[in-house]
């Protein structure tokens, strides 16, 4: 049976729009959750970051629940993560500090990997989100150096924000082992993702 160009066009329209909804809704697709194991050792440079900001790490979040996933907050996410990739500068502890493994806000402008998680973690959590879903981790990229990137726990799965693209991604899609990452009820304390060796965590680039 023949078309008439009307309806022709609102069958395009319908294809168009469902292709539409389908990019927007390709975050909650995405992947599901990381499983984690029991308790782990605390990385070094978290335990003296915790020694010098003591009232960061003794926080038991009262909701446990993930972050529902919105546009509004993938957007948000994708806007704070590529505003501080832009805004520090990539440079190593040891080139910063003179040593390695300091994990710290980089107020001065320069850090590495986990500066970046520590200051994309403060600024969703100032914009209301738990810190049970803004955990940092830590994994191994596929040349087998440390790094560290912040998760984000969701209704749809957990998401990866990175110093090393301005893309979010699906925690399973990024090409990393994951060693470790904090507890979701206790700021202090880490649990397992895998079994790993203890690495640095300073990619810069």
């Not at 200051?119 to 830590?138: C, F, N, P, W």
Request: proline share 4%; charged share 25%; hydrophobic share 40%.
């Amino acid at each position: 049976m023949n078309s008439s160009p009307m309806a022709r066009m609102l069958r395009l329209c319908a294809v168009a729009g469902l292709a539409i909804s389908a990019h927007w809704a390709v975050p909650a697709w995405a992947a599901g959750a990381m499983t984690t194991g029991g308790l782990t050792s605390q990385p070094i440079g978290h335990y003296d970051f915790c020694r010098s900001h003591p009232n960061e790490c003794n926080i038991r979040p009262a909701n446990l629940a993930p972050a529902k996933m919105t546009d509004g907050l993938w957007r948000r996410l994708a806007g704070v993560s590529a505003r501080v990739n832009a805004a520090v500068k990539p440079l190593s502890d040891l080139d910063n500090y003179g040593k390695d493994e300091v994990w710290t806000y980089p107020d001065n402008g320069y850090g590495d990997c986990e500066d970046y998680v520590l200051e994309k973690r403060r600024q969703l959590y100032r914009m209301g989100m738990s810190l049970a879903d803004l955990l940092i981790t830590v994994v191994r990229k596929p040349d087998g150096e440390g790094h560290s990137v912040l998760t984000v726990r969701t209704d749809k799965g957990d998401y990866v924000l990175d110093n090393l693209t301005d893309k979010v991604k699906a925690w399973d899609a990024t090409g990393y082992r994951y060693l470790k990452r904090q507890a979701i009820d206790n700021t202090g304390r880490w649990v397992s993702i895998r079994d790993g060796q203890q690495v640095l965590v300073g990619s810069v680039q």
